[in-house]
C-alpha cells in the first residue's frame, strides 16, 4: 500500500506541474479508488479555482457511501477536523485519516478527495464502501445437534461486518471442534450470497465434510526396559486404544526399533504367572475399552506424554525423556502412534537436612516427610510430602503441620545441594514466618440462604489462628448444606503480612433444591401406587408473615419442611409431614425434628375396604446434637416416637392371633452417627456410619402379669422389643471423577419377655424394590434388593446386606446431577438366631443410572439379576427370569 501511495503521489505531482491546476490528490485503500491525483476542476468550470498556494484551511467535509454507520462518527475517527491546515498535493494527515479508518475493519474502500475550494480553504469529502453484514448463516452437511453446538462455539453474531478474517475465525473454530470429537480430516468450505431482503447483508453456508471419525488402532513404545507397554498406556489418560480382537498384533508395524513379542520368551520367564504381563502380551489381539474414548486429541496426547514421563519420574528415572514420536495413517483411516523414550539412570534420595525450621526439630520434620536415605527418588511424592502439591489421598504433610497452626506465609524450598553418584541430597529450607489471625471473613453469592446459615458452618472465625484443615472443613460443610452448587464453592485467602492477619472469602453460587415428589409404581400384588409431595430443604419459618421472602414459600433460614401423600386408591392412603430446625436457638447446632404420620390399609381381598383394616396415627420428636468425641464428624440423636396402631380384622403376621384391637408403640430412639462425605449428592471420598438403638420400655417386667396365658390382644396392647441397626456406607475415589461405593448393612430385633415372643410389628422386609406398594407397612424397615422382584422374607428378625458400587458422573451441573453405575449386592434375613447363617446370602448384580433433577429429586433406574433365583427343577433358567428392572422416585430404598 505504501508503494501504491507513493507512486500516485508522484503522478499527481506531474499533473500538477504539467496542467498547472488547482486540485487536491485523493488517497485510497484500494486499487479500486478513483485514483490520487485526479483533476477536481477543469478549465471550463465555472467553480472558482484554487489559488496558487499549497496550504490549505479545512473548510468542511462531508461523508459519502455510507449506508449504516454514522458520518460524524466517521469523521472523528478519521482525525481530521474543520480548521486543520493541509498542503496539497500530499499531507501525511490524509493518509493518517485513511490509515485510521482502515484500522476500523468496516471498509473494501477507502478515498478522500476535496470537492471544492474557496479561498484559501478546501473542502473534502470522505468515501467509503462498507463491508457487507452478517445476515444470517447455516450449515451443510451435519446434523440438526450438531449445527446447534457449532452455533455456540463459532463466535458469528447477526449484523457484525464480514471480513475474510471472520471466515476463516470460524472455519478454524469448525475443525477443532470436530478434532476434539475425533474428526481429524474434517474439510469446511465457506460460501457467502447476497441478501437479497437486506441492504448491503450477505448469508454464509459452511459446508462441512466430516469424514470418518479417526480412532487410534496402536500405540507402539520403544526404548522402555524397566515398564511394560501396558503400564506406560495406562498413565496415558487421554490416549487409548480401540478394542480389538484380531490373530493379526496390532503393533506389527512400528517407526522405531522394539524387541519383537515371543512367545516362547513368554513361557520361558514364566510371564504367565503375572497377570499384568499376560494383558501386556495379549494386548496387542485382545482388548477392550468399554469407559473410554479410542478417538485421537492432539492436546491430550502432548498431555500424556508428560504423565508417561512424570511415571519415570516417580520410579526415579529423573533424566527420562520422550526422544521422538510419530503419528501415522493407516489403510483403514485410523492411526499408529509411535513413542520413543529414553528412560535414563534411576536416582536414589540421599541426605535431607532442614535449615530455617525452630517451630518443629529436624528429627520431628525429618519423621513427618517420611521419606529416608536409599529410597527411590521420587519427585512427585517429596512435593507431595512437603504440602507443595495437594494429595488426593490426603495425609498429613509439612505445610498442613504448619499452617494448620497459623503459619500462613509459611514457605519450604527443597534445594538439590549435591548428586553422589545415583544419589541426590537435599536441603529443605523453610521459612517460616509470622502465625496469621483471621481477620474478616466474607461470605458472596448467597442471594436466597441467609448469611448467617453460611457463617454458623464455619470452622474459620475472626480472631482464631488460620488453619488450612479448618478452611477446608468449611468448604465441606457449606457444600453438605445442598444449597450451593458443590463444584463451584470458592476459597479465597487474602494475607495482609504487615499486621500479620488474613482475610477470607468464601464465594457460592446458589442452586434451587426444592423437591417436587411424584412417584409410581406397578406390581407387588396391589396394582397401582402413587405418592405426591413437597419438600423445602431451605425453609423459614420466622419469615412466613413476610410475602418478600417467598419464594415461593419463605426460604432462606435452611430449615426443612416436607408433607407427602400416598395412595392406592380406597384400599391404601397415608399422610404425613415433618419441620426441621437445625440450629435450635440459633447459637449451638441442636437440630429439632417433628413428625406426624396418619395412614389406612385396607385388605385388597374383601369387597367392603373397612371390613379388614390397619390404621395407623403417630408422631414424634427427636433432637440431634454435634458432639466432639471422638471427634466432631460425631452427631447423636434422641428421639421420642408413638404410634397407635388399630386393627380390624387385619393379621400382620399369620400365627400371631391378633388380627383386632388397638396396639400401641412407644419407643425411645438412639442414633451415634459419623457424616464425613464430602458432598451430598456425588460424595468421591468420606463416609457416613450410624448405629440406632430402638426400644420400648419392658412393660411385662413392670406388670407382674403371666403372659404364657394371655391373649394376643393382652400381649400386644402395649408392643415391647429392642431393635438394632447399622449402617456403613464409604466412599473412595479411584480414578478421576469415577468412585467406589461399599456398604454394610445390618438389623437385629429382640424380645424382654419370651411369653410374649416378637411383637408383629417392627420386623425386617427383605427384597424387592423397597418402592412397589410395599411401604405402606409402618412400623416395618424395607430392605431393598435390587434384582428379586418380591420380598423374600417378611417377617425377619435379622438381616445382612453388602454393596459395592462403582460410579462414574456425566453431568455434575447443578441444574443436574447424573451418574451411571455398577452394582453386586448380596443379603438376605432370618427369622430367628436358631436359622441365621450369615454366609448364605442372595446375589445380584447390575447396572443404572441416577439423576437428581432439584425440582423432582431422585430420579433412578436399575437393572439387576437375582443369581440365586435361578431354579432349574422350577424351570427358572431364562435370564428374563431372573432379572428385572427397578424404577425410584424421590429417594434411594434402603
Keep these: 500500500m505504501f508503494n501504491t501511495t507513493s507512486r500516485n503521489l508522484f503522478f499527481t505531482t506531474i499533473c500538477f506541474l504539467f496542467f498547472g491546476g488547482d486540485a487536491f490528490a485523493q488517497l485510497s485503500s484500494s486499487d479500486s479508488a478513483r485514483g490520487i491525483g485526479k483533476m477536481l476542476q477543469d478549465q471550463r468550470s465555472s467553480t472558482p479555482v484554487a489559488s496558487k498556494s499549497n496550504e490549505y484551511t479545512i473548510g468542511g467535509i462531508t461523508v459519502s457511501g455510507t ?61 467509503v464502501e462498507e463491508r457487507p453484514r452478517l445476515s444470517k448463516y447455516n450449515f451443510k452437511g451435519i446434523r440438526k445437534s450438531e449445527a446447534e453446538e457449532l452455533q455456540k462455539k463459532i463466535g458469528l453474531i447477526k449484523g457484525r461486518v464480514v471480513t475474510e478474517a471472520t471466515k476463516k475465525d470460524a472455519i478454524v473454530r469448525i ?85 519383537e513379542r515371543s512367545f516362547s520368551n513368554y513361557m520361558k520367564e514364566f510371564n504367565f504367572l503375572s497377570p499384568s504381563k499376560t494383558m501386556d502380551a495379549l494386548n496387542p489381539y485382545m482388548r477392550f475399552s468399554f469407559f473410554s474414548s479410542s478417538k485421537f486429541n492432539e492436546k491430550k496426547f502432548e498431555a500424556d506424554k508428560q504423565s508417561l514421563i512424570a511415571y519415570y519420574n516417580s520410579l526415579g528415572h529423573r533424566d527420562a525423556i520422550v526422544i521422538a514420536d510419530t503419528i501415522y495413517k493407516l489403510p483403514d483411516g485410523n492411526i499408529n502412534i509411535d513413542i520413543k523414550v529414553r528412560e535414563g539412570s534411576q536416582y536414589y534420595f540421599g541426605d535431607i537436612t532442614w535449615k530455617g525450621n525452630t517451630k518443629y526439630s529436624s528429627e520431628f520434620l525429618t519423621k513427618i516427610l517420611g521419606i529416608k536415605r536409599g529410597d527411590v527418588y521420587n519427585l512427585d511424592l517429596l512435593e507431595t510430602r512437603l504440602g507443595r502439591q495437594l494429595s488426593p489421598e490426603g495425609g498429613a504433610d509439612i505445610s498442613s503441620l504448619y499452617m494448620d497452626d497459623g503459619y500462613l506465609f509459611f514457605n519450604v524450598d527443597p534445594v538439590e545441594i549435591s548428586i553422589m553418584g545415583d544419589t541426590i541430597n537435599y536441603e529443605m529450607r523453610i521459612t517460616e514466618g509470622p502465625q496469621a489471625t483471621i481477620k474478616n471473613v466474607d461470605i458472596t453469592g448467597n442471594f436466597r440462604t441467609n448469611e448467617h446459615v453460611i457463617r454458623r458452618e464455619l470452622r474459620t472465625l475472626p480472631g482464631n489462628k488460620f488453619s488450612r484443615t479448618d478452611l477446608i472443613r468449611s468448604q465441606r460443610e457449606i457444600a453438605n448444606l445442598g444449597f450451593f452448587d458443590q463444584e463451584k464453592i470458592g476459597i479465597q485467602p487474602k494475607p495482609n503480612q504487615e499486621d500479620g492477619t488474613v482475610d477470607i472469602e468464601y464465594t457460592v453460587v446458589e442452586k434451587s433444591n426444592d423437591q417436587l415428589q411424584l412417584s409410581a409404581g406397578f406390581g407387588g400384588g396391589i396394582s397401582f401406587y402413587g405418592n405426591v409431595g413437597v419438600t423445602f430443604n431451605n425453609f423459614s419459618l420466622r419469615n412466613i408473615l413476610k410475602p418478600k421472602f417467598w419464594d415461593p414459600l419463605p426460604v432462606g433460614d435452611g430449615q426443612k419442611f416436607s408433607v407427602n401423600y400416598q395412595s392406592n386408591g380406597r384400599f391404601y392412603n397415608s399422610l404425613n ?3 426441621t430446625e437445625p440450629w435450635l436457638g440459633g447459637k449451638k447446632p441442636n437440630a429439632l425434628t417433628t413428625n406426624f404420620l396418619y395412614s389406612k390399609f385396607n385388605n385388597s381381598t374383601a369387597s367392603d375396604p373397612n371390613a379388614s383394616f390397619m390404621r395407623v396415627l403417630g408422631g414424634g420428636v427427636s433432637i440431634s446434637r454435634r458432639v466432639k468425641w471422638p471427634d466432631d464428624n460425631f452427631i447423636f440423636t434422641a428421639g421420642v416416637n408413638y404410634q397407635n396402631f388399630k386393627l380390624k380384622a ?82 473412595q475415589s479411584i480414578v478421576g471423577k469415577m468412585v467406589f461405593k461399599f456398604a454394610t448393612k445390618y438389623g437385629f430385633m429382640g424380645y424382654y419377655n419370651p411369653d410374649i415372643g416378637f411383637a408383629p410389628f417392627e420386623r425386617f422386609q427383605v427384597g424387592g424394590d423397597g418402592l412397589s406398594g410395599q411401604n405402606f407397612f409402618v412400623g416395618r424397615d424395607i430392605i431393598a434388593h435390587r434384582g428379586y422382584r418380591g420380598p423374600y422374607s417378611s417377617n425377619a428378625t435379622i438381616f445382612n446386606k453388602y454393596t459395592a458400587e462403582v460410579r462414574y458422573p456425566f453431568s455434575l451441573s447443578p441444574t443436574s446431577t447424573i451418574y451411571g453405575l455398577m452394582f453386586v449386592e448380596a443379603a438376605n434375613a432370618w427369622p430367628d438366631f436358631k436359622q441365621y447363617n450369615p454366609s448364605k446370602l442372595n446375589r445380584s448384580a447390575g ?31 431364562k435370564l428374563k427370569d431372573i432379572a428385572n428392572f427397578t424404577f425410584m422416585l424421590g429417594f434411594e430404598p434402603d
Design 650 to 731: 387385619f393379621e400382620l403376621i399369620q400365627g400371631t392371633g391378633f388380627d383386632n384391637g388397638p396396639s400401641n408403640n412407644l419407643y425411645l430412639k438412639l442414633v451415634l452417627a459419623r457424616y464425613s462425605v464430602d458432598a451430598p449428592l456425588y460424595p468421591r471420598s468420606g463416609s457416613n456410619i450410624n448405629f440406632t438403638f430402638q426400644f420400648t420400655p419392658p412393660y411385662s417386667r413392670f406388670s407382674g402379669d403371666d403372659y404364657s396365658t394371655a391373649t394376643a390382644s393382652e400381649k400386644y396392647k402395649w408392643i415391647e422389643y429392642h431393635k438394632y441397626r447399622f449402617t456403613g456406607e464409604w466412599y
Design 577 to 579: 409431614f415433618s419441620f
Design 67 to 127: 449506508k449504516f454507520l454514522d458520518n460524524d462518527l466517521l469523521i472523528t475517527v478519521s482525525g481530521l477536523a474543520v480548521g486543520d491546515k493541509l498542503t496539497v498535493p500530499s499531507d501525511e494527515k490524509v493518509t493518517r485519516a485513511i490509515r485510521n479508518l482502515w484500522k476500523q475493519d468496516l471498509f473494501s474502500d477507502i478515498s478522500i478527495s476535496a470537492t471544492k475550494f474557496i479561498g484559501d480553504k478546501i473542502f473534502l469529502d470522505i468515501h
Design 847 to 877: 447396572m443404572g443410572i441416577r439423576v437428581f433433577l432439584p425440582m423432582f429429586g431422585l430420579l433412578g433406574l436399575d437393572y439387576g439379576v437375582g443369581f440365586d433365583r435361578y431354579n432349574k427343577a422350577a424351570g427358572v433358567t
Design 175 to 259: 475443525n477443532k471442534y470436530y478434532s476434539e470429537k475425533g474428526f481429524n480430516d474434517a474439510t469446511v468450505s465457506v460460501k457467502e450470497w447476497v441478501d437479497t431482503v437486506s441492504v448491503n447483508t450477505i448469508i454464509l453456508t459452511f459446508d462441512i465434510a466430516k469424514g470418518n471419525r479417526t480412532k487410534i488402532n496402536q500405540v507402539n513404545i520403544a526404548g522402555n526396559t524397566i515398564a511394560n507397554d501396558t503400564r506406560l498406556k495406562r498413565t496415558m489418560k487421554g490416549t487409548k486404544e480401540m478394542s480389538r480382537i484380531s490373530f493379526y498384533p496390532a503393533d506389527r508395524v512400528s517407526m522405531y526399533d522394539k524387541d
